[in-house]
């Protein structure tokens, strides 16, 4: 386990979110800005735009984007840099990096008027998050991937061989509070889509995640660093990180997320409510260009560039290799074991990966409350309906021509089962909840 005293771990997890908050309030945003050229695009600049025949007459052809490096951003990135954006008329967004999810919220939350962001890309509860407990209404318009995450194990824990199972880890996480000391589990948002798939292959093991170990959030970009040092055991992130980790030898993949549950969803494309209301030509445009990325993004002949744009200093900063290979589906656990042309890895647009099922999000809002970020007593269906804006992806979808096989008739996948085999019915969601053992609700 590691020796550091969990005040150094939060102190150290603290530390990049505390020099986000200062660079926030010191400079603008845009010191943050991964707009293509490094520059503010010029308020002419739609002039000189050639749209699309299809292109929506739109009341604005701005929008500030945040996102953060991570691979699936990449539908906002290649929208911008391959195009898209301009092509529809949105020829002076801006995609601007974030430095953690707490600063993509707070950005959010005060919106471009204030120097914020009136949209992101975003880990799929966070819209719910914040129109329930944030009162800032969002609207969640894409789901931007399905797959694509992993939790990975330091070396030092390497000779338990845990992998899909995580029961390995209840004996070493037993002794380490019998020292007094903790094993240190690291996700990068409470109540996101990483806590929750950490939350749920912990408690499938019999491990109770507020309870037998120390379950703290990190910015993804310091994962690795803080694996390094020693203040995390354990930790759930997007790539390019879990691939990192493997190049630098400092820890392994005990399993993709698509093991976990197949084609799951991940992140989304969410913006303000109130930029949405006020600019719906605007909101289809964006839309459509971020399908289009999204198509983009799934082709084969497509993935080494993707990669090169994405790893570029203003992007990712990393190596082109370290996105490459898990992009492709294939996968160097870092223990021995190698996967080629995963069938569940990340996906952009196969599968219908980008359409926001209703029932996916019902999930998600089921976990906040099992884990008591959501009182029971929440208005599931009631708030799935007012956030999830299904009917405008539908809308660009047609505008782009997608043809009517590959446009979702329903808006629920129907019953999901977990690696487990456990089963959520999105008709009944409080039978899921009540067979879960570990729960905090």
């Not at 997890?13 to 010191?26: D, R, V």
């Not at 845009?30 to 503010?40: F, K, W």
């Not at 880990?123 to 991937?145: E, G």
């Amino acid at each position: 386990m590691a020796n550091l005293s969990r005040r150094k771990f939060i102190f150290t997890t603290s530390a990049a979110a505390a020099a986000s908050i200062l660079a926030h309030g010191c400079s603008s945003n845009n010191s943050n800005s991964a707009t293509t050229g490094g520059q503010a695009p010029s308020a002419a600049s739609a002039a000189n735009v050639s749209t699309a025949a299809n292109a929506p007459k739109v009341e604005t052809t701005k929008a500030k984007l945040g996102f953060i490096p991570l691979t699936d951003a990449a539908p906002l990135i290649i929208a911008k840099e391959k195009g898209f954006f301009a092509k529809y008329g949105m020829a002076d967004v801006e995609v601007i990096k974030q430095k953690s999810w707490p600063v993509t919220r707070d950005n959010l939350k005060i919106g471009s008027a204030g120097d914020g962001i009136d949209g992101a890309h975003i880990l799929s509860p966070m819209p719910y998050l914040m129109t329930i407990n944030d009162k800032v209404p969002m609207y969640l318009l894409a789901r931007l991937n399905t797959n694509g995450q992993a939790i990975s194990v330091a070396n030092k824990l390497k000779d338990l061989k845990v992998g899909l199972e995580s029961k390995g880890l209840k004996e070493a996480a037993e002794k380490a509070k019998a020292d007094k000391q903790s094993m240190k589990v690291a996700m990068t948002f409470p109540g996101g889509t990483h806590d929750l798939w950490m939350r749920y292959w912990l408690a499938a093991g019999g491990i109770n995640p507020d309870q037998d170990v120390v379950l703290e959030p990190v910015p993804p970009p310091q994962m690795v660093a803080n694996m390094k040092v020693g203040t995390v055991d354990a930790f759930c992130v997007g790539e390019p990180w879990n691939a990192q980790l493997v190049s630098q030898k400092l820890g392994y993949t005990a399993l993709v997320t698509g093991e976990l549950w197949k084609d799951h969803p991940e992140k989304a494309f969410a913006m303000r409510k109130d930029w949405v209301d006020k600019n719906p030509n605007a909101t289809q445009a964006l839309l459509m260009a971020v399908l289009e990325a999204q198509q983009w993004c799934d082709k084969p002949e497509n993935k080494e560039e993707m990669c090169k744009i994405c790893s570029d200093r203003k992007y990712f900063n990393v190596a082109a290799a370290d996105i490459l290979e898990r992009s492709k589906g294939n996968i160097d656990y870092g223990d021995g074991r190698t996967q080629q042309n995963f069938a569940n890895s990340m996906k952009y647009w196969a599968n219908n990966a980008s359409y926001p099922y209703k029932s996916h999000d019902t999930w998600f809002l089921t976990e906040e409350i099992r884990w008591g970020y959501l009182p029971k007593d929440t208005k599931v269906k009631e708030i799935v309906n007012q956030v999830n804006k299904e009917d405008l992806w539908k809308q660009a979808a047609k505008a782009i021509n997608v043809p009517a096989s590959e446009i979702p008739s329903s808006t629920s996948r129907g019953v999901e089962t977990f690696f487990d085999g456990v089963k959520f019915d999105p008709e009944k969601p409080e039978e899921y909840l009540n067979s879960l053992k570990i729960k905090k609700v």
